[in-house]
């Protein structure tokens, strides 16, 4: 996904301001996210990671504490989101923080799939999106989670309008 910028690429400061802001974004704006407690483990374009502890109020089925279903799938869309953002954050390089923020605002879910592969069982799990293609209007993303161990739980591909 490199982009030849224009200009210079931001300086390291200005990422720094970019990742605190997208980080507050991610963890504390976005409310639902804050509900799943989604943490940024990782801003890398190649693989953008979110992460969340197992609580009870996350479970899904009573008798065996699995993850619930609905909180799979947000946190993949969550993650695919994020790639995105990641993504466009590196192509637009040469944009600050309030740029790359105002870009954010347009990014919106049009397609989700989830693959529920295993039972959510774990204490931690990690989310990871890697964007596949990043086009002007349209971006399309892989996601996976795994718990603390590697499990892989469950997969996801998505589309997200980027204008």
Do not use: W
């Amino acid at each position: 996904m490199p982009h030849t910028p224009e200009y210079a690429r931001r300086s390291h400061e200005e990422q720094i301001r970019l990742e605190a802001m997208l980080r507050d974004v991610f963890e504390h704006k976005l409310r639902f996210n804050e509900v799943l407690g989604l943490k940024v483990d990782s801003f890398s374009p190649e693989a953008a990671r979110l992460s969340f502890a197992m609580r009870p109020e996350l479970i899904g089925h009573y008798l065996h504490g699995r993850l619930h279903g609905g909180v799979i799938a947000a946190a993949l869309d969550t993650v695919g989101g994020f790639a995105v953002t990641v993504g466009i954050a590196e192509k637009f390089c040469n944009e600050n923080a309030e740029q790359v923020g105002h870009r954010f605002g347009r990014i919106g879910t049009i397609d989700l799939r989830t693959d529920f592969l295993h039972q959510g069982i774990g204490k931690t799990f990690t989310a990871t999106g890697r964007v596949t293609r990043l086009g002007g209007r349209i971006a399309s993303v892989q996601m996976s989670l795994e718990n603390e161990s590697g499990l892989l739980i469950a997969t996801g591909s998505a589309a997200y309008v980027v204008s």
